[in-house]
């Protein structure tokens, strides 16, 4: 597993004194789908959100798509236009419309022409299945709606990794599907994703491998099935049990 | 009660023309230091904010500078102050290009930039962080991020008390009559000392400014309502 895309080695984070993670030790190989579960505050975010470098490590390595981010002098932007990421929160722009949301990076950043951009645009938005929706603004979309653009415009990076924090943890139950399955339309392409999530339906399904994280530590790494099946850990049972109950 | 009113000044001798070329010069001064003070409270405001700490530091300095000190004291440092420390040929070029004219525009200028500045911190600070993580996300650099999506959003928010500011900085144009910028007061002035009639000559001065600031405050208001974001409660109109 020499080419892992990304790869986490004794990876170490504190917020002043408290540590937030602590010896992670994983691999993501290119096409493979991880998900990550644990309570909250164990350090699920923070895990994914050192990925593209919005949170920096103190301790270890993190080598994504072959190129080690702790070294100095390395271009955060660069890495960040291969690793798209989407929030629990959709954070679109609420000053543009979906169209302008989803061609601002290609146009300022890859420096396609508008014409280009806009067609790659309308492409994504009827990936996600909301081709009639581009000239509107956030505001006056659904949260599964928005959350569809929100992956939309990740994707119009052209990015080799897929981030998902929590997204589908701010939707109206009714909505989530419509993001699970856009999520799983991404997987079966072959995207290398990690997803924090809670959905254990979509973990069991598209999910490669499923990582427990408790207290800032990986505690369980194991199959959908044998995870669900039989989790090693009394923390691991305990959660499962407590988020499978409902 | 002896005094007499003769409002007929206002019109009679050369008044009028006065008056006119006083609004005139107001909005001069006030439409080149509206610039001035939008673009360095843009800037100063955003720097304040910015994850790295040295630029947020400059960006608190220049406010905290000009800010504290009274504009008054701004308008003789620009006008006595700076001129001789210039080369003796620079000096002489600008007292006859106007150096009041253009001293007092700066003066106001960079201490509005300073109030301005606040406005705009708090508009940036009012976007929730993820907005910044996210256009961050994509790629774009952090002065991308600030040039492209914060300040536009933080811009659109601060409409109302940036229209304060506004009207502030165009009745603190008058400031500049204490160093002979014939603006509008300079002018009802020398139409008092003329006539001697003092509360003709202020009651136009003062229902001119009323009239520039409902205006100005009116365009202000189409700005908002033409640039709001669509989602966030409605405005009047
Ligand atoms: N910016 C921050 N500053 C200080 N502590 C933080 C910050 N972000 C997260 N934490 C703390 O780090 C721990 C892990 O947070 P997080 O990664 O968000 O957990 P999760 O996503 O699993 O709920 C929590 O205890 C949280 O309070
Ligand atoms: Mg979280």
């Known amino acids: 597993m020499a080419d892992a895309a990304i790869r986490f080695r004794d990876v170490n984070k504190w917020f002043g004194k408290h540590q937030v993670l602590a010896d992670i030790n994983l691999a993501v190989s290119p096409g493979e789908v991880m998900v990550v579960c644990g309570p909250s505050g164990s350090g699920k975010s923070t895990l994914i959100r050192c990925v593209n470098g919005l949170e920096a490590i103190q301790g270890g390595d993190l080598v994504v798509l072959g190129e080690s981010i702790v070294r100095s002098g390395v271009s955060m932007s660069a890495l960040r236009t291969r690793v798209g990421m989407v929030f629990q929160s959709f954070n679109l722009f609420p000053h543009m419309t979906v169209l302008e949301n989803i061609m601002l990076a290609p146009v300022r950043v890859r420096g396609l022409s508008a014409t280009e951009a806009e067609k790659t645009a309308r492409t994504l938005l009827a990936r996600v299945r909301i081709p009639d929706k581009a000239e509107n603004y956030p505001a006056n979309l659904s949260g599964g709606q928005q959350q569809r653009v929100a992956i939309a415009r990740a994707l119009a990076m052209q990015p080799k990794i897929m981030l998902f924090d929590e997204p589908t943890s701010a939707l109206d139950p009714e909505m989530i599907n419509e993001v699970l399955d856009v999520m799983t339309d991404l997987a079966k392409e072959g995207m290398t994703m990690m997803v924090v999530t809670h959905e254990m339906g979509f973990a069991r399904r598209v999910a490669h491998r499923v990582v427990f994280m408790d207290a800032g530590r990986v505690v369980e790494e194991a199959t959908p099935d044998a995870f669900f099946a039989a989790p090693k850990s009394e923390r691991a049972k305990d959660f499962l049990s407590k988020i499978l109950s409902h | ?237």
């Open chain 2, 1 to 237: 009660m002896n005094y007499q009113f003769k409002w007929s000044v206002l019109w009679s001798g050369q008044s009028g023309s006065w008056l006119l070329q006083g609004v005139i010069t107001t909005l001069e001064i006030s439409a080149l230091a509206w610039v001035l003070a939008a673009a360095l409270g843009i800037v100063s405001g955003a720097l304040r904010t910015v994850p790295f700490r040295p630029l947020r530091a400059v960006g608190t300095f220049y406010v905290e500078f000009f800010r504290n000190v009274p504009l008054l004291v701004w308008m003789f440092f620009w006008y006595f102050g700076v001129p001789p420390l210039l080369p003796r040929a620079a000096q002489d070029w600008i007292f006859n290009h106007g150096a009041e004219f253009w001293a007092g525009m700066f003066a106001l200028g960079v201490y509005h930039g300073a109030r301005m500045s606040e406005v705009i911190r708090a508009g940036i600070l009012a976007i929730p962080r993820t907005q910044f993580e996210a256009a961050v996300a994509m790629g774009l650099t952090t002065f991308q991020a600030y040039r492209l999506v914060i300040v536009p959003i933080a811009l659109r928010l601060i409409v109302p008390p940036a229209t304060n500011e506004s009207l502030n900085l165009l009745k603190n144009s008058s400031v500049a009559l204490t160093i002979s910028v014939a603006e509008l007061t300079f002018q009802t002035r020398q139409i008092e000392t003329y006539t001697a009639k003092a509360v003709e000559a202020l009651t136009a001065g003062t229902l001119i400014y009323l009239i520039l600031c409902v205006g100005i405050a009116a365009v202000m208001a189409r700005v908002e309502r033409r640039f709001a974001i669509p989602g966030l409660i409605a405005r009047g109109g």
